[in-house]
């Protein structure tokens, strides 16, 4: 089992349970905790940071309910593995595959030869562009503006959604899609290609900053994601306190709502170009 480098504040007007469940998630994203890895028992985690062992139940559920992670045959809660089973499709698409193939056997091709010949197509076809997959509107806009600054595909994005109504976004697409969603999305991509998890960077570096801040200070937070803010808050609160105050701001076309003077402002890829 990893040590899991977790911290809390129970002077953060941040509920515990958050600070706990963005902190895994953080972990999860970040590659420190993979696939299979173990979690601390509920019992485990409330005694070594002292709080209720209802408040470590609570994120775990948190954790569950988003799909990362899963309780073992032993019991005890492991991060999910990325893939998922493959959900069955219906209605009149079976049908019309279901006449193509008859049609195929009747002129005296074999099921084997039908197979490799779509899967050689579909291998032979390597994606063209990135497809970002995620519900939060503000990471449809941050994660693409980052992805094109490593990349020179093409990035598009879609929420869970619209992937689907719409099943052809993923044609020739690599998807990639925050951790939470890999479980929920994976039986909609072919088993060939199935969705990559976005890797998060460490939140080491920010935390140092924090750290070494003169007391009292204002820490400014500013993303056009609502998820980034909520993740970044309950991250960063445990070390923040309330030695130091964090604000939020929500960049948008239409809002205009801009950071006034801060100590220390932490901020996205799409808002450090308007700012």
């Known amino acids: 089992m990893p040590a899991l480098d977790i911290q809390v504040s129970k002077e953060s007007d941040v509920p515990i349970h958050e600070q706990l469940a963005a902190q895994i998630v953080m972990l999860i994203g ?73 049609g195929i056997q009747r002129r005296g091709y074999t099921l084997g030869e039908l197979y490799r010949q779509v899967q050689a197509r579909v291998l032979a076809a390597p994606p063209d562009h990135i497809l970002v997959v995620s519900n939060d509107s503000g990471m449809r806009l941050l994660l693409p503006a980052e992805l094109k600054e490593k990349f020179k595909l093409r990035v598009d994005s879609c929420s869970v959604c619209e992937l ?42 920010h935390l140092e900053r924090i750290r070494s801040l003169k007391e009292p200070s204002l820490i400014a937070l500013v993303s056009v994601s609502e998820y980034f803010l909520k993740s970044a808050r309950a991250i960063l609160s445990p070390v923040a306190g309330q030695r130091h105050s964090i604000c939020e701001y929500l960049l948008a076309p239409d809002t205009g709502n801009m950071p006034g003077a801060a100590d220390l402002i932490l901020c996205d890829v799409v808002a450090h170009q308007t700012l």
Do not use: C, M
């Open 30 to 102: 970040s590659g420190k905790l993979r696939p299979g890895d173990a979690l601390p028992s509920a019992r485990e985690l409330a005694q070594r940071l002292r709080i209720h062992r209802n408040t470590v139940s609570q994120a775990f559920r948190d954790l569950i309910l988003n799909l990362l992670v899963e309780k073992s045959r032993g019991r005890r809660l492991i991060v999910r593995p990325f893939q998922a089973a493959r959900v069955a499709s219906g209605g009149k698409l079976d049908e019309l595959i279901n006449a193509f193939v008859l």
């Open 164 to 205: 689907v109504s719409k099943p052809e976004l993923t044609i020739a697409a690599l998807v990639l899609s925050p951790p939470g969603h890999i479980a929920a999305i994976a039986g909609l991509l072919p088993p060939e290609r199935p969705p990559l998890p976005i890797v998060y960077s460490s939140a080491d570096e």
